[in-house]
């Protein structure tokens, strides 16, 4: 039977399109969203090599309805999902006081609120009810830095989200679970190496049920 659709939130030249790579080469149907559709074009134009159909669809991940309807069209013209990764982030330098409340809004609305908004879209469409929902954690959800405070508190919400996902659907066949990169991606170590790091991804959604977690720390 031919793999499923594999929904990548958050595409761009690091970990996201290594993630794409690597779903792709294991057999999967790739939809790739993020806000730039040139890019996530000429993403897909280097991947179709593997033989696997490769899409991309604009998305704007702060907006709940834009993400549902890219997420809709994807899995109308690619097939039922069986995967999806959420990889989308704000990274921006901020302290606990002070700032712009719009600022930490959209950061919240992206580090959060899009991860339940992908989850609730997603789940229904599963093929046969079963799959992985992953989602890409960071460090900062263990270890808060005061100067990346709105991205510390939007890793530390996701991680209690992706607990609590995991613990409603335990039984059901669903894999909800977070990946914890507690360093920096495409740094020079090769724990942190994209390619290295897109593989564990796709080692957690091929994993028997009985070994599933909330999480997968990578530090």
């Known amino acids: 039977m031919a793999s499923g659709t594999a929904l990548i939130v958050g595409v761009g030249p690091g970990l996201g399109l290594a993630l794409s790579r690597t779903f792709a080469k294991a057999g999967h149907p790739v939809a790739m969203l993020a806000r730039d559709k040139a890019k996530l074009d000429t993403y897909a134009a280097e991947l179709a090599s593997y033989g696997q159909e490769v899409r991309g669809y604009a998305a704007d991940v702060a907006d709940a ?16 999902p069986e995967v999806l990764v959420y990889n989308a982030g704000v990274v921006r330098h901020d302290a ?84 914890t990169i507690a360093g920096l991606i495409g740094a020079g170590e090769e724990r942190f190496d994209p390619e290295v790091l897109a593989q564990a991804y796709l080692e957690l959604h091929q994993q028997p049920e009985i070994e599933w977690q909330h999480e997968l720390l990578r530090d």
């Not at 309805?65 to 039922?80: I, Q």
């Not at 712009?100 to 879209?121: E, I, P, S």
């Not at 229904?124 to 830095?145: C, E, K, M, N, Q």
Request: charged share 15%; no cysteine; glycine share 12%.
């Open 65 to 80: 309805d834009n993400l549902r309807a890219a997420l809709h069209s994807a899995v109308t013209e690619l097939g039922a």
């Open 96 to 179: 606990p006081l002070g700032g712009d409340d719009n600022d930490w809004a959209d950061a919240t609305a992206v580090n959060v609120l899009g991860a339940r908004v992908a989850a609730d879209a997603v789940l229904p469409a599963l093929r046969d009810g079963r799959g992985s929902l992953l989602f890409t954690g960071g460090g900062l959800a263990l270890f808060p830095s005061p100067e990346y405070a709105s991205l510390s508190v939007g890793k530390a919400a996701l991680r209690a989200y992706v607990q609590a996902l995991h613990a409603q659907l335990a039984g059901t066949g669903v894999h909800a679970t977070s990946v």
